[in-house]
């Protein structure tokens, strides 16, 4: 028996080991071995197998009664305690509207303004937004504050700004017109109001073309009560799409169809991952503030209750367990769940056009076999002849989808690479994360201080493939194919 164990182990372990150097094999053996000798914790450790009426916090599970508090982790604790207040807002690559205390009021400064983002690495696109930002920074209060807001229009252009959800004041309400003057370029108008409410708000411009243009930003208003049980992460995810023909930097607002889509300004795999830990309770709070196009959005891997939507909490026994939840044009809904499943989970709009980039017709050399644009863009005086022959891969009705001249270059993977949150990853990741696609990474402890809280180098592949050694078939995995960067 210790023979096969032994032999056992070597198996798996050469697995994830073909995809690290020396050191970084040293690193995960040292991981290993601490896994190993960790003692027997208490109930609610992310070491212990925590069981809840059948429904397991470190394991995929249901549970046994779907009448339990405890059913799919419906109520089951995340290790946050309520006394700790509730859990930061995390919205990955947009910024934080930082405020100052004059007496008891909490003031912002807030600058619509033209600005340039930028979706994928090197691809910026001239949109709208507030202080440098699309979307504008985070307002970030609680439920009780007095907040003074001092907006300061820099655009070439009248605006307005509404509270969206908020039940104030009508003078401060800012639908155009109706409630207020405009803003004019280079102007101030102060709001200032009491806030009873909490949950996921936004702020938005109250012209169209400028919503279109990307003018929105979160208003989140945590409860002064926190609610139970309490969430170890609670993520934001705004959605937005835009239609930018090729070769222009700015959208079409009049147009009825969207090509370039976005999750916190960025489209996929420029999006940045999620990342939690092994066993935690987890929120996301998704916002849909796209023209026009619903979004139905689809979790791997877990089983999430909806709890919340823009207008306020849900009470628990109207909760709805998902993995796919519809949100509508300028609806927020909550997802919770316990990340009970470790590994590399995508998590996307399930509309097949709002899981690509930069769509254009199929046409010309993008259509033929082993066809290049590239001949065409090196000498656009002339026209290079093209086989118009076809191989019998096209006799299948609907081929081919792929396009040609859609490489991704050496600084793109680069910039995709440099951040923290994909550590560890798959080499080919970023070939299956686009448009309106993001990753939640789910990663034990250890994997989890070393991705997020290290400096020690990681290979491609290493994270996600100690994860299939701890937890799936390892005998049976196929690591990715070596990629460029």
């Excluded at 914790?41 to 069981?51: E, F, G, K, L, Y």
């Excluded at 700790?84 to 690559?93: K, N, S």
């Excluded at 104030?168 to 155009?176: E, F």
Aim: charged residues 20%; neutral net charge; contains cysteine.
């Amino acid at each position: 028996m210790r023979e096969l164990k032994h032999v056992e182990h070597r198996t798996t372990t050469k697995i994830f080991e073909s995809w690290l150097d020396r050191r970084s094999s040293r690193i995960f053996h040292q991981l290993a071995r601490r896994q190993r000798d960790r003692p027997t914790a208490t109930p609610n450790s992310p070491t212990s197998n925590s069981d809840y009426d059948g429904f397991s916090r470190f394991k995929p599970s249901r549970g046994l009664d779907p009448d339990s508090d405890y059913y799919i982790g419906k109520l089951v604790p995340g290790f946050r305690k309520a006394s700790d207040g509730p859990a930061p807002f995390e919205a990955p690559d947009i910024p934080k509207l930082p405020y100052k205390m004059d007496g008891g009021v909490k003031v912002f400064e807030l600058v619509p303004m033209a600005v340039q983002q930028e979706f994928h690495p090197g691809v910026k696109m001239n949109v709208y937004g507030y202080n440098g930002s699309m979307p504008g920074p985070t307002i970030e209060v609680t439920q009780g504050d007095r907040v003074r807001i001092i907006v300061t229009n820099e655009l070439p252009e009248d605006t307005f700004v509404h509270w969206h959800g908020f039940e104030l004041p009508v003078q401060y309400d800012g639908a155009a017109t109706l409630t207020q003057n405009p803003i004019k370029p280079g102007k101030t108008k102060v709001f200032e109001f009491d806030i009873h409410e909490e949950g996921t708000f936004f702020y938005h411009s109250h012209l169209p073309m400028q919503e279109a243009f990307g003018q929105v930003g979160w208003f989140i208003v945590h409860p002064k009560k926190v609610f139970t049980p309490p969430v170890d992460r609670d993520f934001g995810l705004l959605f937005q799409n835009f239609h930018i023909p090729p070769t222009h930097t700015i959208s079409d607002s009049w147009a009825m169809d969207w090509n370039w889509h976005t999750i916190n300004g960025k489209s996929g795999p420029y999006t940045t991952p999620l990342v939690c830990k092994h066993g935690e309770r987890v929120r996301v709070r998704l916002l849909n503030f796209s023209p026009m196009q619903h979004h139905p959005v689809h979790l791997h891997g877990h089983t999430f209750w909806v709890t919340g939507h823009e207008g306020a909490r849900i009470p628990k026994s109207a909760w709805v367990p998902r993995n796919n939840e519809l949100v509508g044009v300028a609806q927020a809904s909550s997802f919770e769940f316990i990340a009970n499943n470790p590994g590399d989970w995508i998590f996307h709009c399930h509309m097949i056009h709002h899981m690509m980039n930069h769509m254009v017709k199929q046409v010309g050399p993008r259509m033929r076999d082993d066809a290049s644009v590239d001949q065409y863009l090196a000498n656009l005086s002339s026209r290079p002849q093209v086989a118009a022959t076809r191989s019998d891969k096209f006799a299948t009705p609907g081929y081919s989808q792929k396009m040609q001249g859609m490489e991704m270059s050496e600084d793109f993977m680069k910039a995709i690479w440099s951040r923290k949150e994909v550590r560890g990853m798959r080499a080919n990741y970023a070939m299956s994360v686009k448009g309106l696609m993001t990753v939640l990474r789910v990663l034990p402890d250890d994997l989890y201080e070393l991705v997020m809280n290290s400096d020690q180098p990681i290979e491609k592949g290493a994270v996600f493939a100690e994860i299939v050694r701890r937890f799936g078939d390892p005998g049976k995995y196929e690591a990715a194919p070596k990629m460029m960067m």
